[in-house]
């Protein structure tokens, strides 16, 4: 499946691009993230607890960053098992460009793929969890940005 969207940010690109690769920003924006640590350069595990309709699991895997075009563009992949629950794998593309309002634009295009029981429960029911997560990481990554930005202490929503 494959899923796209832009937000614009109140922030300088290279603020934007600084927090995108942020890890305890990123782990604290990811959507029932229980850790994010680095294992290397552009390298991270991670454990996630997602749920999609009768299925919830705890994901463990990996981020890899690459292609990076500083403070332009990314590439993120991800894959993650979540025993019999299944897995999933994605990768995503991330352009920041200047907004006209001097802020940043964020697009971001992801291909995504599951297996197992998530598989099964539909195309549709997942692709609308994963949209609803998407929406949910760039509330918190937008609130995290603008407390950078405002020299305060990045206050994320609560999960």
């Known amino acids: 499946m494959e899923f ?21 920003i990123l782990k604290a924006c990811v959507p029932g993230c229980e850790s994010f640590e680095s294992v290397g350069e552009d390298r991270f595990d ?3 607890v997602a749920a999609v309709g009768p299925v919830k699991a705890r994901f463990k895997g ?3 960053l690459s292609d990076r075009d500083a403070p332009n ?3 993120i992949t991800g894959q ?16 920041l460009s200047a907004a006209e309002d001097g802020g940043t634009s964020l697009h971001f295009v992801a291909q995504a793929q599951v297996g197992g029981k ?5 195309a549709r029911l997942v692709t609308g969890v994963a949209n609803k997560m998407a929406a949910e990481f760039f509330t918190r990554f937008t609130a995290a940005v603008s407390g950078t930005v405002s020299g ?5 929503p609560a999960q």
């Not at 796209?4 to 305890?24: K, P």
């Not at 025993?83 to 352009?95: C, Y």
């Not at 305060?152 to 994320?156: C, G, H, L, N, S």
Request: glycine share 14%; proline share 2%.
């Open 62 to 64: 990996n981020l890899v």
């Open 152 to 156: 305060a202490v990045p206050e994320i």
């Open 46 to 48: 991670a454990v996630v």
């Open 4 to 24: 796209s969207g832009t937000h614009l940010i109140a922030a300088s690109r290279e603020q934007v691009w600084q927090c995108l690769n942020d890890g305890a």
């Open 118 to 122: 998530l598989a099964q429960i539909g």
């Open 73 to 75: 563009s990314y590439r």
């Open 80 to 95: 993650g098992e979540g025993g019999v629950a299944g897995f999933g794998k994605m990768t995503a593309d991330v352009t």
